[in-house]
């Protein structure tokens, strides 16, 4: 069994700025990407940014210059600090590991933080 817990979401004025945490933990052996989406109402869930077990990184063209995703492979933990913050960037946020873990390949997702952003 393996677990991702959030946190960090929460509400912003427009130009703000807001960090978000996930903790993997449980039954992992390994840990290879390590990403965020997110999922506006009534949107499908999209890829805000991913990075390698080697730190080589990927985000929406939305993001960049704006949102900064690391990682604390010690810690199994990924983070992402968004800046800048739009209106537009409002979503529930999910991270997503994966890896292998003890019994199987890993592909797990977190529970989801809320991000609001006021303007």
């Known amino acids: 069994q393996v677990q991702l817990v959030e946190s960090g979401g929460g509400l912003v004025q427009a130009g703000g700025a807001l960090r978000l945490s996930c903790v993997a933990s449980?039954?992992?052996?390994?840990?290879?990407?390590m990403g965020w989406y997110r999922q506006a109402p009534g949107k499908q869930r999209d890829l805000v940014a991913a990075?390698?077990?080697?730190?080589?990184?990927n985000y929406a063209d939305s993001v960049k210059g704006r949102f900064t995703i690391s990682r604390d492979n010690v810690k199994n933990t990924v983070y992402l600090q968004m800046n800048s913050l739009k209106p537009e960037d409002t979503a529930v946020y999910y991270c997503?590991?994966?890896?292998?873990?003890?019994?199987?390949?890993?592909?797990?997702w977190g529970q989801g933080t809320l991000v609001t952003v006021s303007s």
């Open positions: 997503n590991v994966q890896g292998l873990g003890t019994w199987k390949t890993l592909n797990a």
């Open positions: 449980g039954s992992i052996v390994r840990v290879d990407a």
């Open positions: 990075i390698t077990s080697g730190g080589s990184t």
